[in-house]
């Protein structure tokens, strides 16, 4: 297991479908910022400094699921509560509850590995070990 960061969003009228409740690609979205934002409040750099300091590129997506439960609209504000649920030797597992105050709306799991450029071909990515300084900001 792992801290619990909280992202927060305000929903715009342009994240509505015509129906005018939030269009599932933006949950996507948000989690994926919440991602960023979990790493960062944990104490990590932001990718652009770690490419520059380690060669990290950040942490592509492997796998996601996602469970709608209810949804949202704009004029609302919403909390993304991130943690990492597993860590592997090359992967971990994100979870992302997407909340309206104590209203479960919205759940969602990702594999990430943290990746860099291949020395031998520069247009390539490559899975590394999960840095274990940055697993234990984490945790
Ligand atoms: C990530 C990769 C470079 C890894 O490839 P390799 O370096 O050859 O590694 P391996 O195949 O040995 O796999 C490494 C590990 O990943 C695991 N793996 C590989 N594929 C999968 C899938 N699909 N599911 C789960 N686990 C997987 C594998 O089991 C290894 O795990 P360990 O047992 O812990 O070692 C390659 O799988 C790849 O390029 N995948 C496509 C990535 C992609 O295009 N994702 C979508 C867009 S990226 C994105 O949105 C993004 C968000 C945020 C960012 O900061 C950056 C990018």
């Not at 009228?13 to 979990?38: E, H, Q, R, T, Y």
């Not at 979870?95 to 104590?102: A, E, T």
Request: charged share 25%; with cysteine.
């Amino acid at each position: 297991m792992s801290q619990t960061q909280i992202y927060e969003v305000e929903v715009m009228f342009g994240d509505c479908d015509p129906a005018g409740i939030v269009f599932f690609p933006n949950f996507s979205k948000w989690m994926d910022a919440s991602s960023l934002n979990f790493f960062v409040k944990c104490g990590v750099q932001p990718w652009r400094e770690l490419v520059k300091t380690r060669g990290i590129i950040g942490t592509p997506l492997l796998e996601i699921h996602t469970k709608f439960m209810k949804p949202a609209t704009y004029g609302e504000r919403l909390q993304v509560h991130t943690s990492v649920i597993e860590w592997g030797a090359k992967v971990f597992k994100h979870q992302h509850r997407v909340m309206r105050g104590d209203t479960l709306l919205c759940e969602g799991t990702e594999v990430r590995a943290f990746c860099e450029r291949d020395p031998a071909d520069a247009s390539r990515i490559r899975a590394i070990p999960v840095p274990e300084d940055i697993k234990a900001l984490c945790s």
